[in-house]
């Protein structure tokens, strides 16, 4: 797993909610969503899982992450 | 959704001047002249009270998941660098002895004298270092980016 790509603020806007506003909602800080939108932090599955039900967003859709490994054919 | 919110504790960092005290620790060299006791050199300690200074600017600030990973972070870094620290100052005490010899001549003590001064001396630094730098560290892990806004 080498980075992953955050939609956060696309949607979060979408759903008129400003940082603060979301934060409070999760109860994270500000900064917490600021560092989530550039994708500078890679959240626990509870916060990622709070979030998505926050802005109403599947989780698969706000997270992507990129991966190096080879897919197993399972 | 509602959370239990935990914040850090409220103090100001005017406490961090508490610090200076540890410029205290120089009593040492007075104390032993006098009465051959050097126990004020552990006050050297207090300049961990720096720390205060750092841990006043997060003040009542809700410690979420980021925050106490960095806090783990900066713990982790802090301990290890004094553990570092602690071990070597040990290590040093056990070896070299010319120079314990040489350094026990120069200031007309026996090397034993010499040797836990020394350490108290380091392990009082040590853990002024270990106080403040973690509290140091989690400042500027977890402001690396305050200044800037996107609402």
Known sequence: MDGFICHLKRYRQAKGLTQEQLAEMVGVRRETIMRLEKS????????AFDLSKAVDTPIEVLFQFESTEPESGL | ???????????SPRLGLLGLLGFLGFAGLATYRLSQGFFPFVFFGFFGFFGFYYEGKMSATLMDERFLQN????????YSLCGGISLLALMLTSVAE???????GALALQISEVKLMFLTIMLALTFALGSFLSQYLLYHYDCEDCSESEL
């Open chain 2, 71 to 78: 806090k783990l972070r900066a713990e982790r870094k802090a």
């Open chain 2, 98 to 104: 010319a120079v314990w010899v040489q350094l026990a």
């Open chain 2, 1 to 11: 959704m509602k959370h239990a919110s935990k914040y850090t504790r409220k103090i």
């Open chain 1, 40 to 47: 500078l932090y890679n959240p626990s599955l509870k916060l």
